[in-house]
Structures are given as structure tokens and as C-alpha cells.
């Protein structure tokens, strides 16, 4: 199963639970045993695994990227968005989880989140699952 999914963020930076729409589609799908891909098409956003009990885990991650790559900083891409390149290059744009019994083999703790660097924007998502 090949599907894009569309979010739409609302903020230059935020982070956004895309756990159950990934759930939703391994469940379509009737796929008892195999793997799911998560990717995002752009290249200043991020798709990570994640801690979902407290948000301040994620405030925390968005102010470390920040102290690594400053909004306010001179780069040779002087575009303006040059940060959200370097943050989404760190992160990564794509996940890949194992599927156990139609179900994400996602630990307790862990979600999925797409991370916006740029926004706000729509984004697209292909989740791959076989």
C-alpha cells in the first residue's frame, strides 16, 4: 500500500502527532507481518519516533535544533530558511517501523511526529506500507 497523506501546519515551527493517521492506515491495509515507511517531501520538515507523554520533551528537541542551528544566524543559503535545511538534515525525513499483527511495533512511549522547520506550509507524507 502506497498512500500520501496531506497535514497542514500552523505554526514556523511545531511539532504534530501523526501516530493515528499512520495507525489507521496499517489497519486499512490487512497487512499481518511487514514494515511501514514513513517520508516527508521536503526538505525543511523531519519525521521522527519520539516520546508522547510529555511535551516538554519536544519544546526541549526544538530548543536544542535552535542552539545547533540559529534562525538569526548569516549561511551561505541566504534564502531565510537555511536553519530549517540544516534541522531537518539532523532529524532525518523518513522512519521506517516494523508491523506485527496489523499493529506499529511502536514502543510504549513512542509516537510519530512530522517536525516543522518552515512554516507554515502544506505538507506531504507518503507512508509506504508492505
Same mark, same amino acid.
Given at each position: 500500500m502506497f498512500k500520501?497523506?496531506?497535514?497542514?501546519?500552523?505554526? !514556523? $515551527?511545531? @511539532?504534530?502527532? *501523526?501516530?493515528? =493517521?499512520?495507525?489507521?492506515?496499517?489497519?486499512?491495509?490487512?497487512? !499481518? $507481518?511487514? @514494515?511501514?515507511? *514513513?517520508?516527508? =517531501?521536503?526538505?525543511?520538515?523531519?519525521i521522527i519516533i519520539n516520546e508522547n507523554w510529555d511535551p516538554s520533551v519536544g519544546k526541549d528537541l526544538l530548543e536544542l535544533l535552535?542552539?545547533?542551528?540559529p534562525k538569526h544566524k548569516a549561511y551561505s543559503h541566504n534564502d531565510g530558511n537555511a536553519h530549517s535545511h540544516l534541522k531537518s538534515a539532523i532529524l532525518g525525513t523518513s522512519v521506517t517501523i516494523?508491523?506485527?499483527?496489523?499493529?506499529?511495533?511502536?514502543?510504549?512511549?513512542?509516537?510519530?511526529?512530522?517536525?516543522?522547520f518552515d512554516g507554515p506550509k502544506e505538507r506531504k507524507i507518503i507512508v509506504q506500507i508492505k
Open positions: 500520501e497523506v496531506t497535514i497542514n501546519t500552523k505554526n !514556523n $515551527e511545531e @511539532i504534530v502527532d *501523526i501516530t493515528e =493517521k499512520v495507525e489507521r492506515l496499517v489497519k486499512e491495509s490487512n497487512l !499481518n $507481518e511487514g @514494515i511501514c515507511t *514513513i517520508f516527508v =517531501k521536503h526538505t525543511t520538515a523531519s535552535e542552539e545547533i542551528a516494523p508491523i506485527l499483527n496489523n499493529e506499529l511495533q511502536l514502543g510504549r512511549w513512542q509516537d510519530i511526529f512530522l517536525i516543522e
